[in-house]
Structure formats: C-alpha cells, structure tokens
C-alpha cells in the first residue's frame, strides 16, 4: 500500500507529467494505487497523491448503492472534452483527512482517456462518478477542492481543517 499525501504537501500544487507507456511499472503503480484507494475508503485517487507525479487516476464508485451513476476503471492522460451544467455535492478527499466541502462541480462531462489496457477511450460522465472524475482531475492539474472555493468559504475550510489536524496530534 501506498503512503497518501496530505495537504499542504507541495506535490499536491504541482500538474503530473504525462504517462509515456503502460508498461509494467505503470501497471504496478496502477494496482498499488486501487489498493491504495480501497484500503482507505475512497472512491477515487489520483497519482500525486500517493506521491507520484504521473498523469494516472483510478475511480470506483461501485459501492455507493444510493448512487444511480456508477463508474469503476482506470484513466490515464485523461483531459476533458465538454462540460455540461452545475451540481454541488459535498466532497471529501484522502489528502484532506476528515474535511468534507461543498464544490460546484460540471453535472455533466465528456472525457477522453487512455485505460490500464492503453485502449484510448471516450466516455460520458453524470452524477458521482462527473464529481469524481473532476476532483481527481483537479488534483492532476495541481488544484485540490480547495481552490474551487471562494475566499471566505477557503480560508473557513483551512482554518477547520487545521483545527482538526491540531486535535488528532494532540489525541
């Protein structure tokens, strides 16, 4: 299992390269990243946040039964072909242990991609898994949920955020 970043790690600010081939190295990453994910709860994960500066995000949305959308599979150089609508949902994120905002995110979004297979694949997102798909392509742009919120809302979730890391330190 791999080690996940935590803000405000500067990896977290930095775009990812992109990947060059899927070869056996980037498969293995592939798969420590899902076990990653798994073992930690999430839903989805994005490279830099397992400390890997690569242009690679594993999704799984699968186990959220109220959930009508679902979206299981792996995206590599993925870059976003249209953007459809608002939706805000309160998100979390694995970098941001226990913090949960509320993003305004694309309803809907049209990505393309290369798969774990090097299959270059287009595909329609809604619901959780368009949420999901965002925030993890925001964090391979160098941008956390954070940075999707105004000044006031940013500077109230920092402030919360490092309460709450003050508190599990002094637990």
């Given amino acids: ?14 775009k990812t ?3 060059k081939a899927v070869d056996a190295e980037i498969k293995e990453i592939i798969n420590e990243m899902k076990d990653t994910m798994y073992k930690n709860d999430g839903i989805g994960l994005a490279a830099n946040q397992v400390n890997i500066p690569l242009s690679i995000m594993v999704i799984d949305t699968t186990s959220r039964e109220d959930e009508e959308e679902k979206f299981k599979g792996v995206l590599i150089n993925p870059t976003v072909l249209t953007k ?3 939706i805000k949902f309160k998100e ?10 509320e993003v305004v995110r694309a309803k809907e979004i049209t990505v ?3 798969n774990e297979y090097e299959e270059e694949v287009i595909l329609h997102f809604t619901g959780l898994p368009a949420i999901v798909f965002q ?3 925001d964090h391979l742009s160098g941008i956390t ?3 999707r919120l105004s000044g006031i809302k940013k500077r109230l979730a920092l402030e919360k955020y490092q309460k709450m890391l003050k508190e599990k330190v002094g637990a």
């Fill in 1 to 14: 299992m791999l080690e996940i970043v935590t803000f405000p790690n500067e990896i977290l600010k930095r």
């Fill in 17 to 19: 390269n992109p990947v």
């Fill in 84 to 86: 459809e609508g608002d």
């Fill in 92 to 101: 979390g994120c694995l970098s941001f242990p226990g913090l949960q905002v």
């Fill in 112 to 114: 393309k991609a290369i």
């Fill in 135 to 137: 925030h993890e392509f």
């Fill in 145 to 147: 949920f954070l940075d």
